[in-house]
């Protein structure tokens, strides 16, 4: 199992950026996928989850209304669009798939700041 994440930087308060995870070595279509976060010092937190089938999401109540958890199943890829960033958003941002075991991509951060 392989997730690399991409698309995140710098980017200013109010601002958007659009995350990707490529994935590979297992049936992606099958599993639902996850965006979590993680700041230094605190607990890796779940930001958006999405169904094997897309047809259903949950997000975590801080990103409600601003993020978007989506995926293309013919590419082996979910998205998190995230719009109207504030500074909290700040954190390095993780793909995760659980098959059998809880597998994760290595991250990419995103900065929030003017």
């Known amino acids: 199992v392989q997730l690399v994440e991409s698309g995140g930087g710098l980017v200013q308060p109010g601002g958007s950026l659009r995350l990707s995870c490529a994935a590979s070595?297992?049936?992606?279509?099958?599993?639902?996928m996850s965006w979590y976060r993680q700041v230094p010092g605190k607990e890796r937190e779940l930001v958006a989850r999405i169904t094997s089938s897309g047809d259903s999401t949950n997000y975590a109540d801080s990103v409600k209304g601003r993020f978007t958890i989506s995926r293309d199943n013919a590419k082996n890829t979910v998205y998190l669009q995230m719009n109207v960033l504030k500074p909290e958003d700040t954190a390095v941002y993780y793909c995760?798939?659980?098959?059998?075991?809880?597998?994760w991509g290595r991250g990419t951060q995103v900065t929030v700041s003017s």
């Open positions: 995760c798939v659980v098959r059998y075991l809880v597998y």
């Open positions: 070595g297992f049936t992606f279509s099958s599993y639902a």
